[in-house]
């Protein structure tokens, strides 16, 4: 009997000479974000928590919007006579789900630190932070399929991937110090990215691989991952600074340690 084939998987290819040039002009960026000193901190146990907070808190857009980013792209992917782009459909169908369970999981991260589901619900980032979420928006409606793919999958989940395996090994002293609920549930988000989720980049870019059919598509699919990548950390550096003395009254406003909690840790 005839093997039946499976659509609903992404085989990774070898790099030809281009796409590894354009993985490697990548790395210094994706280098500043995974080692950005917030997520040192994070990582460290050391990051004050009104600016862990405020970082959960002014990011959450980011992560409740990536299913639609996803989707807006997928709104696009009609034309399946052209390269790469039922794989592509096929993808994003696949993740987009996917992504929208990280969103559950990522508020009850933030729960964990003391935010309400009332403040991420109403949250207004400042316009630093925002900036790559306007961004993200105009990409996926505007923009060519792989300049969507680089932009979102590839400039996000890359560094997004290296960081959170750092900072998941910061949670216990959170918990210790009784300024955080550290459980199974809490961990869920950062453990999945710091696992799992690690192919999503490499598949992205065997999706602009199959989508870029010249040297201009490619150059064009570059150029909006590394600016993806620059409002990362345009949004990281805004963080930050709070953390230096500049904390937002909102952000104050959570800087005390959780009571009448339990933080527990696994």
Same mark, same amino acid.
């Given at each position: 009997?005839?093997?039946?084939?499976?659509?609903?998987?992404?085989?990774?290819?070898?790099?030809?000479?281009?796409?590894?040039?354009?993985?490697?002009?990548?790395?210094? #960026?994706? $280098?500043? /974000? @995974?080692?950005?000193? !917030?997520?040192? +901190?994070? =990582?460290? &146990?050391?990051?004050?928590?009104?600016?862990?907070?405020?970082?959960?808190?002014?990011?959450?857009?980011?992560?409740?919007?990536?299913?639609?980013?996803?989707?807006?792209?997928?709104?696009?992917?009609?034309?399946?006579?052209?390269?790469?782009?039922?794989?592509?459909?096929?993808?994003?169908?696949?993740?987009?789900?996917?992504?929208?369970?990280?969103?559950?999981?990522?508020?009850?991260?933030?729960?964990?630190?003391?935010?309400?589901?009332?403040?991420?619900?109403?949250?207004?980032?400042?316009?630093?932070?925002?900036?790559?979420?306007?961004?993200?928006?105009?990409?996926?409606?505007?923009?060519? #399929?792989? $300049?969507? /793919? @680089?932009?979102?999958? !590839?400039?996000? +989940?890359? =560094?997004? &991937?290296?960081?959170?395996?750092?900072?998941?090994?910061?949670?216990?002293?959170?918990?210790?110090?009784?300024?955080?609920?550290?459980?199974?549930?809490?961990?869920?988000?950062?453990?999945?990215?710091?696992?799992?989720?690690?192919?999503?980049?490499?598949?992205?870019?065997?999706?602009?691989?199959?989508?870029?059919?010249?040297?201009?598509?490619?150059?064009?699919?570059?150029?909006?991952?590394?600016?993806?990548?620059?409002?990362?950390?345009?949004?990281?550096?805004?963080?930050?600074?709070?953390?230096?003395?500049?904390?937002?009254?909102?952000?104050?406003?959570?800087?005390?340690?959780?009571?009448?909690?339990?933080?527990?840790?696994?």
């Amino acid at each position: 009997m005839k093997k039946q084939q499976q659509y609903d998987s992404l085989t990774l290819t070898e790099h030809p000479p281009w796409a590894k040039q354009f993985w490697a002009d990548l790395e210094p #960026l994706k $280098e500043r /974000i @995974a080692s950005h000193p !917030l997520f040192n +901190e994070m =990582a460290a &146990g050391t990051l004050d928590v009104a600016c862990f907070r405020h970082a959960l808190l002014n990011f959450y857009p980011l992560v409740a919007n990536f299913p639609h980013y996803m989707s807006l792209a997928l709104s696009r992917a009609v034309d399946i006579r052209q390269p790469g782009i039922l794989d592509t459909r096929d993808w994003l169908i696949g993740n987009i789900r996917i992504e929208q369970r990280h969103l559950y999981w990522y508020r009850d991260w933030a729960i964990g630190f003391g935010i309400t589901a009332t403040d991420l619900d109403n949250v207004k980032p400042p316009a630093a932070m925002d900036a790559v979420n306007h961004y993200l928006w105009n990409m996926n409606q505007r923009a060519s #399929l792989a $300049e969507a /793919i @680089a932009a979102t999958n !590839l400039a996000i +989940e890359w =560094a997004t &991937g290296e960081w959170s395996q750092k900072v998941v090994h910061g949670m216990r002293h959170y918990a210790k110090t009784g300024q955080a609920v550290i459980d199974r549930r809490t961990m869920a988000w950062l453990r999945a990215h710091a696992h799992y989720d690690d192919m999503h980049p490499h598949e992205a870019m065997e999706l602009i691989k199959r989508l870029c059919v010249n040297d201009q598509d490619r150059d064009n699919a570059l150029q909006a991952a590394k600016r993806g990548m620059e409002y990362y950390i345009l949004a990281l550096d805004e963080c930050f600074r709070a953390h230096q003395g500049n904390a937002t009254p909102h952000t104050k406003k959570h800087a005390e340690p959780l009571s009448g909690k339990t933080a527990v840790t696994q």
